[in-house]
């Protein structure tokens, strides 16, 4: 058992068996950041103290015979927007610098009572936006992870620890993971609590999640999911049981989008993604063209145009005092965002609701829709995390959305397949992902 | 010249002038690009019918 390679599933099997003990999982990752952190600089803050004494505890605990939760003994890192009580939390910013909060988000929190250990918080792009993280890829030091989930990304990818907590406002979550080879997990718009997340913009902000199976991000969506009062957005949904057992793993129907995502697309990714596509055809899926409605025409200036100007207004205090704390690609955001016209801003919002809407034909005959992840590879350099054109758009319209690794294109980087499903159908995007998964198969581990 | 172009050039004109006035002169250049930028963004939105029943997206509806 190489123990860094275990996922958040068979690592908690294995402290439930007695096989590994959370103190050895915990050195293990801690010696595997030791070792990789000064060529990736993955992490904000590690919390080696902290961590310590909790996995002696939850280890405690075990021999005892006595079990918090699923994520007992496991480790888990949180992106530095993410508050938690008694670490720092500097969302990539001096504006933050030194800032400590008193309380847990919500959802690290749940992690926490289900026995998860906070092993530390890794690096975010400045508030979660445009201005890079020192991260690196690890599967080329040149090139970039993404973001602005760039840390969760790179730490998971690089076995630093099983699973992260990212965010995604355009492609925070999706394309970072495509990036660097490993699952990302969007859900839908209020599935999972924002309370204790510094915000982007108040009307696309999403919890994700970023580990190395479609189980896993299934569990952690299985104990991060449901209504927060503390979240205004929060959804009431029920919480169904979204283990890929329970729908059992089937050729889904998927509808491909090729209108625009293909024409955007390198001719690399457009080949993986057509013979990606094949793969599961022949495996047993039903593949259909899809065809994207008329309101996509202005979906990504919705997007862009609500994400500026509630950027304006969350800031709006703070530039006051600190504007030059701010780095450049934020200060330009935030003082044109503030130059918006509330009528334009306004319409952006109904241009969104209305996207959502007409999705709703779209996607009635499938399971699923498919798209490449990103219109290429990680991008060489460290001045840009990339572009979210290809998964801004379900972000407006709050559809959950999910990124498996494909294969890997010619220069060696990872590439993925982008899965979007119905509001609250985790479930079936569940299903559907592991199922292609199972089908496609996993990508080996970086070679660091 | 189009409508589309008479739209767009019309709110990069009406931004750069509340750049001028926020930020001064200076700032206001070196936001240009961004400005010519969200001009753009603002002028799809604006030209894309959007039914007058049509309402905000505050905070997504559940499940619709």
Not at chain 1, 201 to 213: I, N, P
């Amino acid at each position: 058992m190489i123990i860094h390679e275990l996922t958040v599933s068979t690592a908690a099997a294995a402290i439930r068996r007695r096989q590994v003990s959370p103190v050895d999982l915990l050195e293990a990752l801690l010696g595997r950041i030791e070792s990789l952190e000064p060529k990736l600089r993955a992490w904000a803050f590690v919390d080696r103290d902290g961590a310590r004494a909790a996995a002696r505890q939850l280890g405690d605990e075990v021999a005892r015979g006595s079990l918090r939760g699923p994520l007992h003994g496991v480790p888990f890192a949180v992106k530095d927007i993410f508050y938690s009580a008694g670490l720092p939390t500097e969302a990539g910013s001096k504006v933050y610098g030194g800032f400590v909060p008193e309380y847990d988000a919500t959802t690290v929190a749940r992690l926490k009572q289900a026995g998860g250990i906070l092993l530390g918080k890794v690096q975010t792009t400045e508030f979660a936006n445009l201005d890079p993280a020192p991260t690196r890829n690890p599967w080329n030091l040149a090139h970039t992870p993404g973001g602005s989930s760039s840390g969760s990304a790179a730490a998971v990818a690089a076995r630093m620890v099983p699973v992260a907590l990212a965010s995604q406002t355009g492609g925070s979550t999706l394309r970072p993971a495509s990036y660097c080879g490993i699952v990302g997990l969007k859900p839908t718009f209020g599935r999972v609590s924002l309370h204790g997340v510094v915000p982007v913009a108040w009307t696309l902000d999403h919890v994700g999640f970023m580990a190395r199976s479609v189980e896993d991000v299934a569990l952690l969506l299985q104990l991060t999911a449901g209504h927060d009062p503390a979240d205004p957005r929060s959804a009431r949904e029920p919480i169904p049981d979204y283990s890929v057992g329970t729908d059992g793993p089937r050729p889904p129907r998927i509808g491909i989008l090729r209108d625009f995502f293909f024409e955007k697309a390198d001719v690399e990714v457009i080949r993986t993604t057509s013979e990606t596509v094949e793969q599961l055809a022949l495996a047993g899926a039903s593949v259909e063209e899809a065809k994207l409605p008329p309101s996509f025409s202005a979906i990504h200036s919705a997007h862009v145009t609500s994400v500026q100007v509630e950027m304006a207004a969350f800031h709006a205090d703070l530039y006051e005092e600190k504007a030059a704390f701010y780095r450049p690609k934020n200060r330009e955001i935030i003082e044109v965002g503030s130059l918006i016209p509330g009528e334009l801003y306004l319409r952006a919002l109904r241009v969104r609701r209305c996207f959502r809407r007409e999705m709703k034909q779209v996607y009635a005959r499938f399971d699923v829709l498919m798209t490449p992840t990103t219109p290429t590879p990680a991008p060489a350099g460290l001045g840009s995390t990339g572009d979210p054109l290809f998964q801004s758009p379900w972000t407006s319209a709050g559809l959950p959305t999910i990124t498996l690794p494909c294969g890997l294109s010619a220069s060696g980087l990872p590439l993925g397949i982008q899965l979007i499903a119905p509001p609250f159908a985790e479930c079936s995007l569940l299903a559907a992902a592991a199922w292609c998964h199972d089908v496609l198969g996993s990508i080996p581990a970086p070679p660091l | 010249m189009a409508k589309r172009e008479i739209r767009r050039a019309a709110l990069a004109q009406s931004l750069l002038a509340a750049a001028i006035r926020r930020f001064g002169v200076d700032r206001a250049e070196a936001l240009r690009t961004r400005i010519e930028e969200v001009a753009d963004q603002l002028g799809d939105i604006a030209l894309f019918p959007v039914d007058r029943e049509e309402e905000p997206a505050f905070y997504l509806e559940r499940s619709e």
